[in-house]
């Protein structure tokens, strides 16, 4: 089975930085897409960032600017970089990753536990 282990997550004051760290670990063969997508209390879980294989990213509109992701494809991590933080960014951060794996004739979609992020003063 494929495991995604997320860290980096706690509290920090509004203006603040964090950085979170993914890694993928178990039977794989091949990540493709990875990326970060959050979700707050009342609401929907949504995209933060995505990172092809090939390093093409995309951001949600509310952090464009302030987060960075990143990836290291021979560790088989993805990384976000917060900066700037503001109280709307609290949320549970999942990483999530398409992994094929030995023997699969298909690409699987996993996802990390969460961690939580708190902004406040």
């Known amino acids: 089975q494929v495991q995604l282990v997320e860290s980096g997550g706690g509290l920090v004051q509004p203006g603040g930085s964090l950085r979170l760290s993914c890694v993928a670990s178990?039977?794989?063969?091949?990540?493709?897409?990875m990326g970060w997508y959050r979700q707050a209390p009342a609401k929907q879980r949504e995209l933060v960032a995505t990172?092809?294989?090939?390093?093409?990213?995309n951001y949600g509109d509310s952090v464009k600017g302030r987060f960075t992701i990143s990836r290291d494809n021979t560790k088989n991590t993805v990384s976000l970089q917060m900066n700037s933080l503001k109280p709307e960014d609290m949320a549970v951060y999942y990483c999530?990753?398409?992994?094929?794996?030995?023997?699969?004739?298909?690409?699987?979609?996993?996802w990390g536990q969460g961690t939580q992020v708190t902004v406040s003063s």
């Open positions: 999530n990753a398409a992994i094929e794996s030995p023997g699969s004739s298909w690409t699987n979609v996993y």
């Open positions: 178990g039977s794989i063969s091949v990540i493709s897409a």
């Open positions: 990172i092809t294989g090939a390093g093409r990213t």
